[in-house]
């Protein structure tokens, strides 16, 4: 009975969904699932006891975590260990879940249509939040990226406030089928009845329904202006990771960035923009190199913003050390380097170290990699009178880093960014859909210059007006270039103004939902 047990009200429900929640994300993209994708996995846990919950709860992670994170495995220099361990890590969230889902749910009733889904984004902020351990893909309402009226919720609550929407469906459509399987037994097991059916399916239709009514209002307010910058040229080199790394090969990954911006850069432009680390060696230091980007803005006449290693000395108790810094630049019309900015949010075990030398972490999983140090402060470059900011790499997955540079005056983001790393994977799929939140989030304008693609602009509703493709429509792994106008920022955000309220409230709720599990069932009644 166990192993039955284990199998069909545990690891079949789970991996089901897993399965169809994949499917929902890039680059399959069928988001209609997400509405009804945990629904296999809500119907056991119905009928678990709370420890096999949990276990069907990590069994969902682990599978679902495989399948999305999928791409990791063509990173060159991943230690394939880690991999089964990022899996098992993000399946002790959805652990969690099952577990707390499978105690309250019998209690709560109907009210498990709030319930669930608060506990959800609660464990998905955490995971997003998590330091050095943070895991920012894979929230649910990610896969709603093409719903353009939707995601306006993300002005809100950022892209948990559709996932919450997400999962209040699939609670009131599980409770449905348990509903349906029990109502003969007088529903005591289920802890669903019919009137809690219809009491759940009126408040998911009404807070779905206010959500999309809500989100076409303020697409119908949102201003068609004037844009801020009439032409801005985004420069895709698609330069290979092996030839980026080979300093035999600086020349050629020079030469493919001058060419193409000496294409663009006939035009009347505000800006050329070229990806994170484009540029071999360092700007600040006097080289062929540097003296060629120089040369080059100086004979276009054109301000030119672009990703640069740098290097600091650094005291320790060792003595002086070297460390880099992974930056962008802002090169004026004079070919002076007028601004820069470090990177503040570094990626672990790839840029630095976390607590080297508190953990003793196996050589397999540091060892052979550079040490960056962290940038100071979010700064805000300018381009004729216009203030902007950039984000590079993964900073621009994350809400609250983006999120303070449009605290802090942007009129418009620019990620620089290099996914030569995922070898054309599907990864810079899953990072344009969540690009594009950060720009629903701020009301603000997001160009995005990506070595070997996604290069794209985003507007501040979301919607995704240019991308650099060849000929034949392709965006990855392909060299080109794309002349944008940079539309006008919206009014200020909810969410640009008072972060991440939302996910507090669930985190709160789901917090005061444990202590209660925690009581005496007398003192619970």
Request: glycine share 10%; hydrophobic share 50%; aromatic share 12%.
């Amino acid at each position: 009975n166990l192993v039955l047990n284990l199998f069909w009200l545990s690891t079949l429900p789970s991996a089901t969904s897993a399965l169809i929640t994949f499917a929902a994300y890039p680059p399959l993209g069928y988001s209609l699932f997400a509405w009804f994708c945990l629904v296999p996995l809500l119907v056991a846990l119905h009928f678990l006891k709370p420890w096999l919950a949990g276990l069907a709860g990590f069994i969902f992670g682990v599978v679902y975590a495989g399948l999305y994170l999928h791409w990791i495995a063509v990173i060159p220099g991943f230690p394939i260990l880690a991999y089964p361990l990022v899996m098992a890590y993000i399946g002790i969230f959805y652990a969690i879940f099952g577990y707390l889902f499978a105690r309250s749910i019998r209690l709560v009733g109907a009210y498990g249509v709030v319930m669930a889904p608060v506990l959800w984004v609660a464990l998905e902020y955490i995971r997003v939040n998590a330091g050095f351990l943070a895991v920012p893909g894979g929230v649910l309402g990610h896969t709603q990226y093409q719903n353009i009226p939707l995601i306006q919720v993300g002005s809100l609550a950022s892209a948990y406030g559709v996932s919450f929407l997400l999962v209040m469906v699939n609670v009131v459509l599980a409770n449905g089928l348990v509903w349906m399987l029990w109502r003969k037994r007088g529903h005591v097991r289920s802890g669903v009845s019919g009137r809690g059916i219809m009491v759940s399916v009126i408040i998911a239709l009404v807070a779905t329904a206010t959500a999309n009514v809500w989100g076409l209002q303020q697409l119908g307010l949102a201003a068609d202006t004037a844009p801020l910058l009439d032409k801005v040229a985004v420069v895709q080199g698609n330069i290979p990771q092996p030839v980026k790394s080979d300093y035999r090969r600086y020349s050629d990954v020079l030469e493919t960035h001058l060419t193409l911006s000496r294409e663009v850069g006939g035009e009347s432009l505000d800006m050329i923009i070229w990806p994170e680390t484009a540029v071999p060696g360092y700007l600040t230091i006097a080289s062929p190199g540097s003296r060629a980007i120089l040369g080059l803005v100086n004979d276009l006449g054109i301000p030119l913003l672009l990703g640069s290693s740098t290097s600091a000395k650094v005291a320790d108790k060792k003595g002086s050390v070297k460390e880099l810094k992974n930056t962008a630049f802002l090169v004026n019309e004079y070919a002076e380097i007028v601004a820069g900015y470090d990177k503040q949010l570094l990626v672990p075990f790839s840029e630095y170290v976390p607590m080297d030398g508190i953990i003793p972490w196996p050589d397999w999983l540091t060892g052979g990699r550079d040490s960056y140090r962290v940038g100071d402060e979010a700064t805000i470059f300018d381009i004729h009178g216009i203030p902007f900011g950039v984000v590079i790499c993964w900073e621009g997955l994350f809400p609250e880093p983006f999120r303070d540079f449009v605290q802090k005056g942007a009129s418009f983001m620019v990620n620089l960014t290099n996914e030569a790393w995922f070898d054309g994977s599907q990864a810079s799929r899953q990072f344009l859909a969540m690009t594009e939140f950060r720009a629903v989030e701020n009301r603000v304008t997001v160009i995005r210059a990506a070595n070997t693609g996604i290069s794209a602009l985003i507007d501040p509703t979301g919607v995704i007006r240019n991308r650099v493709t060849d000929a034949n429509g392709n965006d990855l792994m392909v060299p080109g270039t794309m002349t944008v106008a940079v539309p006008a920022p919206g009014p200020a955000s909810f969410y640009t103004r008072h972060g991440d309220v939302f996910a507090f409230v669930c985190l709160a709720l789901s917090s005061l939902l444990v202590l209660w599990l925690l009581l005496p069932a007398r003192q619970r009644s």
